[in-house]
């Protein structure tokens, strides 16, 4: 899936965070972005209509070093949350190399969360992606708010292929970066794999 420029020896791969609406896919992808150093990172851009937004940018991560030479380009995107934007989703989700799905921690939401687990499942099969063979990581947020489900619970629910999962609390960075690392370690380690 990821894309090669040859001209600046770089791969691009593309992560997509998933999950349902109001969950913190936006908060996370600003946390990052707003300490990316900037020198590493492009522009935020966000595509808004009157009902939706898409968020996306791309950096150039300077840790995770070079794959035959070549850098590797992260290019971080949401989805819009509600279902009734999966035109979008699918579109947003064509050329993915890493997936982060963002569970809302609390208790009344939980419904919502397999909801959304089980379209990203669809849309994946629809283009002919398995979620289970993508480099692909949960992260439990919101886990500061008072009516949160016990980890355990929300795992033995949307996490029973046992894929690597992170709390955390994307409004003051907890767990976001961790969340990211591993991603795009999973993604790194696939790349290797096909080189």
Known sequence: MSFINYSSREINCKIVYYG??????????????????????GKMISLATETERTLFFDFLPLSLGEIRGFKTRFHLYTVPGQVFYDASRKLILKGV????????SQIERMEANIESVENLRDNLAEQG?????????????????????????????????NVPDFEAVATKGNGVFDTLKATAKLVLTELKKGS
């Not at 190399?97 to 809302?104: E, L, Q, R, S």
């Open 97 to 104: 190399d890493g997936v982060v799905f963002v569970a809302d």
């Open 129 to 161: 992606y398995d979620l289970d063979k993508l480099p692909y990581v949960i992260q439990y947020n919101k886990r500061d708010l008072p009516n949160v489900a016990d980890v355990s619970e929300l795992r033995s629910v949307l996490n029973t292929t």
């Open 20 to 41: 349902p609406g109001l969950c913190g896919k936006t908060t996370n992808l600003q946390y990052v972005y707003n300490r990316t150093n900037p020198d590493a990172k």
